[in-house]
C-alpha cells in the first residue's frame, strides 16, 4: 500500500551535514534513482496524488536538474508531454527568464516562449522544496506565459524554510516531510 511505498522512499534519502555550505543539511535522493523499486514508488505516489486530487494535467514541467529526474516519468505515466525549465543559457531560440534566490544561492530560470500555450494546465515538478526560490520562479514564468498552474509537486519539503507559504494559493505536494 501507499504506507510501505513512502517507507521505501524514505530509506532511499540520505542526509549530509554542511552540504554545499556548512549550516546545510543536504537531503540526498540519488539512492532512490539506484533503486527502481524506490524510483516507481516516487512516481506511483506522485500518480496516485494527482488522480486523489484530480489535478488537470495536460504538461508536466520539471526542474532543472533534479526535477529532470522524476518529470519526464510522471509525463510518461500519466500520457503527457514534458517541459524544461533550466538554468539561464541552457536553451535555444526565444526564451523567458526569471532571477530567483534559493537556500544556498542565487540563479536565473528560463524557458522557450513556445513551450507552454496560454491556458494550457501544467503541475510542476522538483525533487525537494526548501525555501520555494526556485518553485516560485518556475511559478512566474508560467504565470507569465498565462498558463494554468495546477500545483508543484516534490519528493521532499523542509517545513521549516516555508517554502509553502511562499508558493501560495498554488498546491504544494509533497511525499516527505522534514
Ligand atoms: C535544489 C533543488 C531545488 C532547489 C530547492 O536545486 O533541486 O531545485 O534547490 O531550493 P529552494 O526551494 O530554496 O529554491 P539546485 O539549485 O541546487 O540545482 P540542481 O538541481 O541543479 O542541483
Ligand atoms: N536544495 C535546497 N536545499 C537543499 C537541501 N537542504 N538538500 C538538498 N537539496 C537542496
Known amino acids: ?103 544556498y544561492g542565487t540563479a536565473e530560470a528560463e524557458i522557450q516562449e513556445d513551450a507552454v500555450a496560454p491556458g494550457q494546465k501544467v503541475l510542476i515538478i522538483d525533487d525537494l522544496l526548501a525555501t520555494g526560490g526556485t518553485l516560485l520562479a518556475a511559478c512566474e514564468l508560467m504565470k507569465k506565459q498565462r498558463v494554468d498552474i495546477q500545483g508543484c509537486m516534490v519528493v521532499i519539503e523542509l517545513r521549516d524554510l516555508k517554502g509553502a507559504d511562499r508558493l501560495k494559493p498554488h498546491n504544494v505536494f509533497s511525499l516527505l516531510q522534514y
Do not use: M, N
Open 1 to 103: 500500500g501507499p504506507e510501505g511505498k513512502l517507507q521505501l522512499v524514505q530509506r532511499h534519502v540520505r542526509a549530509f551535514p554542511d552540504f554545499p555550505k556548512k549550516g546545510i543539511l543536504f537531503r540526498d535522493i540519488c539512492p532512490i534513482l539506484k533503486s527502481p523499486a524506490a524510483l516507481t514508488a516516487v512516481i506511483d505516489l506522485f500518480e496516485e496524488r494527482v488522480r486523489s486530487r484530480q489535478l488537470q494535467v495536460d504538461l508536466i514541467v520539471g526542474l532543472d536538474a533534479r526535477g529532470f529526474l522524476f518529470g519526464p516519468l510522471l509525463a510518461q505515466r500519466l500520457g503527457v508531454g514534458f517541459v524544461l525549465v533550466r538554468k539561464k543559457g541552457k536553451l535555444p531560440g526565444a526564451t523567458v527568464s526569471v532571477a530567483y534566490d534559493l537556500e
